[in-house]
Every structure is written in C-alpha cells, then in structure tokens.
C-alpha cells in the first residue's frame, strides 16, 4: 500500500508545501520564494520571512494538495511525475491563469486572509510598524478561490486530504519565527486529520532530494551538503544513518558566496548571481587560498579565501577609483568560484575514497552551481566514483525533500508528539 505525505517547509525564506509518495515520488512541490520580499534588504529579515510564511502557507498547501488530487483520487491514470517543482511565480501566475472552476467559497474581498485567518483588529501590527511594501507575487485569496475540485461535489484539497496518511514539517534547523509558522500548521491538520505528525531535520530533507530524483539510489553513500547555512560531508551507511565526516568551521559555502556576492555588487541572493557573473572570467585571474586542515580532516574554512577576497576587492577598487571593469570583475568572481569549489570537490572526494562506496550525493543551494557539478563530475570520473546531484530546484529549500525523510521516519513509526517543537539549531546527529 502507498505511503502519501503531505510536507510543509519553511524553515528560512521558501514557504513550500509537497506531497510525496512512498519517500520517492513526487506528487506536487509547490514553492514559493521569498526573494523579492528580502532583496530589497541585501538578505534574509526574519521577521518578514515569518510574517511572508504566516501569510502564503494555507494557499500554498492548498495549491500542493490540488496539484497532488488526480494522482490520489485516482482520476488520472498517467504516472506520477517525478518531480514537479517550478517557481513560485510562475506557477502561481499559471494556475491563476488557467483554473476557473471555484471550489472554495469567495473570500473577503478587502483582506488577503480568508476570515478563519484573520487578525483581530485589536491585534494587527498599528500602520507605524508595518513591514515595509513588497511587491506582491500574488493574492492569496485569489489562489485559494481558484483551488480546482479533482471530482465533482468536492474541492481537491479536501478529497486530497483524506488519502494524506501522515503530515510532515521541518523543525529545524532554521529562524526560529519561521519554523513555528510551518509547524502550526503541520500540527493543526495533522490534529485536525487524526494523522500522524513527523518532525523531520532540513539536513536530512536535503540528503533525501536525492531519493527523489533517483529512484534506484540507496546507502552507503557519502553525502555532500552545501547550502547558506550548512556545509557539512555525512557518511551514510543506511537509511536515517548519519556519520559526520567534516564540516566548516567558519562559514558556509554558500554564505561566502553571498557575501562575496553582496561585496562585489551582485546583490542578493548572491550564489546564483556570482556564479552567472563569473560565467565569462578567468578562474586562475586571482589566487585565493585553498584551506586544508591535513590527513584525515575532512573539515572546510571559507573565510580564509573570503577574507583574501575582500582583501583583492579593495585593492582593485583602489587601482579602478571605484569602477572596476567588467572582464576583471568576472574574473574575480570565477576565481573566488573556484576556489570554493576546489575546496568542496578536494574534501568530498578525499572523504568518500576513505568510505569507498563509489558514490557521492551532492544536495543543498549550492548543489545548483554549475562549476561545482562539473568539477564533481570530473573527480567521480577520475576516481570512478558516480555523482548523484538532484536538479536545482530539489537542491534548494523544498517540502518534497521533507516528505522523503518523513517517510523513511514513518516507515520506522519515528513520529513526533504534538510537543514538537522549533529547533533553531538543530543538528542532524540529534534529529531523532
Ligand atoms: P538554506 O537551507 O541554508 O536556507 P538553501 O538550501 O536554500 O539554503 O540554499 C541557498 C544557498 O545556496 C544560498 O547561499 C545561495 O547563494 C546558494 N546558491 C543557490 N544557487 C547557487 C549557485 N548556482 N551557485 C552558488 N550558490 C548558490
Ligand atoms: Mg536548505
């Protein structure tokens, strides 16, 4: 019989909600992002991102539950796609585009929250604190009038609902604000269904993407896990098995690429913009520092080659008066790329040759970045080792990811409590 978990996400500044199928297949991924919310500010405001969550999470659940309809009412005999993850606004614009059918009641026409949600005026932020305007990607209320019925007499999210067996949420690591909102509302239904509630870490969700997109993939495995805030190697004997290798000891991968970014005058976020400006410099342009900690040390520094970066930006900005040209910009970039990639793809090899299982699992933001894919590609060639790197869009933050792990914790009756709780700080060794 199969397994169907419903998983919400929202751990930073992605609200996203997925339902997946025996920890494997992916019935819908709906995504939304945040970053048109946070690049005004050169980066993630918690308080807006909670705010953001608490705002979209209901529409974006109820769009993941009626993506998911026809494949559990059976209405649609083709097969499960694989992975159905597109961007927020895309998808948010074509499923406005396209639904005219209204399964939901209309909503108050003069609040984005639909009257179950509203905030008691009493309650509501005075104009003085308001959050400042962000362009809004879309009006929730309209995504939850334009949420299609699978069968007739029922709107899809309800008759979704009922084949959901179980009801997934990251509770850490993350911004705590941010986490709470995800696990309210996992709780919520969860209790409201009589279904089991599973806490799941967001470092074992992003090791899982990759169950999702190959189906034939199982431990052993070294993992490799490279995002804003985590650049940790595992090394995974078995399912829900986790031995730490190495880890940074200063900055993550893609935090360095971030500031390096931000420094350099990208903006925010900074990974996927240095990585195109770099697309035409000259990797060797600048040398930067690639740190080792010696044998047996899987461990990574980026503030070593951040901070000779920093250091090179302001020597360039003194020879060029503040106007560097293009050529040597994206040369600096692609150095400072290589160098942290060199440093990844170094490490990852090294630990995974002492393990020796002929693959090494690639997840995380910085997953998306395309030298750091060909340069594994090339050592797994040399070394005869198989890469295993899930598309971008399972590589950043997403609930399918989620709804993976949470299965592998179902499978083993590994629930949680309704005490669960945010874990800000949560590390994988204690993920339980
Ligand atoms: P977290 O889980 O820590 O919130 P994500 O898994 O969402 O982070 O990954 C976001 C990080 O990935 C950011 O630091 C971003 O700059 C980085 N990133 C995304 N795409 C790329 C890319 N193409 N090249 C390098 N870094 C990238
Ligand atoms: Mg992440």
């Given amino acids: 019989m199969s397994i169907n978990i419903l998983a919400i996400e929202t751990s930073c500044d992605e609200t996203s909600a997925a339902v997946v199928r ?71 614009a074509a499923q406005t585009a396209t639904t005219t059918a209204h399964a939901m009641p209309p909503a108050p026409a003069a609040s984005a929250a639909s009257a179950a949600h509203a905030i008691p005026a009493a309650l509501a932020a005075p104009a003085a604190y308001a959050v400042p305007a962000a362009p809004a990607l879309y009006d929730s209320t309209e995504l939850l009038r334009n949420a299609r019925p699978c069968v007739p007499g029922g709107s899809s999210p309800q008759i979704a609902l009922n084949s959901i067996d179980a009801v997934a949420v990251t509770y850490g690591p993350g911004l705590a604000g941010a986490l709470l909102t995800g696990l309210a509302a996992a709780k919520g239904l969860a209790f409201s269904l009589g279904k089991p509630l599973i806490g799941v870490n967001h470092i074992e969700g992003h090791i899982c993407a990759a169950y999702l997109e190959y189906p034939e993939l199982a431990p052993p495995f070294t993992a490799l896990v490279v995002s804003g805030g985590h650049s940790h190697i595992y090394y995974v004997p078995g399912y829900r098995e986790y031995e730490l290798m190495g880890r940074t000891r200063d900055d993550a991968a893609g935090e360095a690429f971030d500031k390096i970014a931000r420094a350099g005058g990208l903006g925010y976020p900074g990974g996927p913009k240095l990585s195109r400006a770099a697309a035409d410099g000259d990797p060797e342009a600048f040398s930067f520092p690639r740190v080792r900690f010696g044998s047996g040390s899987y461990d990574f520094s980026f503030s070593g080659p951040k901070t000779a970066a920093l250091n090179q930006l302001n020597k360039l900005k003194n020879i060029y008066s503040d ?110």
């Fill in 22 to 92: 025996d920890g494997r297949v992916v019935l819908s991924n709906i995504i939304f992002s945040q970053v048109k919310q946070h690049e005004v500010f050169g980066g993630v405001v918690p308080e807006i991102a909670s705010r953001k969550h608490v705002e979209v999470v209901i529409p974006i659940i109820d769009l993941a539950l009626s993506e998911a309809a026809p494949f559990l009412c059976g209405t649609t005999s083709n097969a499960a796609p694989t992975a159905t993850v597109a961007d927020s606004s895309a998808t948010l």
């Fill in 323 to 432: 106007n560097i040209p293009g050529n040597i910009m994206a040369s600096f970039f692609s150095s400072f790329q290589a160098a942290v990639v060199d440093i990844l793809v170094e490490n990852v090899t090294q630990a995974e040759l002492t393990k020796n299982t002929g693959k090494i699992v690639v997840v995380g933001g910085v997953a998306a970045n395309t030298l750091l894919r060909e340069k594994l590609t090339q050592s797994g060639i040399n070394n005869r080792i198989s890469i295993f790197c899930p598309p971008p869009a399972l590589c950043t933050d997403n609930a399918a990811m989620i709804g993976s792990a949470a299965y592998f914790k179902y499978s083993s009756r590994q629930l949680s409590s309704m005490e669960l709780n945010a874990i800000p700080g949560a590390s994988l060794d204690c993920s339980g």
